[in-house]
């Protein structure tokens, strides 16, 4: 299966095969930026879901990871009110 890069320039995504010099020159002319992602993929179609999969489980992550950053310290904070509460004295 060949590989293939993304560019994007706005809302455009573009794939392309990575063996593909001259149309990433083009495409880098025309303003569009490569992303860091790179799949192997059966034809362009597979390769651009691929790359909304990975985005989509990148944003995911995200907001998994905000989330406990939020809740994680205020979870803590309980504990200890906690045990002041019930420890032995």
């Known amino acids: 299966m060949p590989e293939y890069c993304f560019y994007k320039k706005g ?5 392309l095969q990575k063996s593909d010099i001259k149309g990433a020159t083009l495409l880098t002319r ?19 879901s691929r790359f909304n999969d990975i985005r989509k489980e990148k944003r995911i992550d995200q907001h998994n990871f905000r989330a406990g950053a939020i809740t994680m310290p205020f979870i803590g904070i309980l504990t200890a009110i906690a045990n002041l509460f019930f420890r032995k004295k």
Do not use: C, M, R, T
């Open 11 to 15: 809302n455009q995504i573009v794939a």
């Open 30 to 48: 025309q303003g569009f930026e490569q992303q860091f992602e790179e799949v192997s993929a059966a034809d362009e179609k597979a390769a651009l």
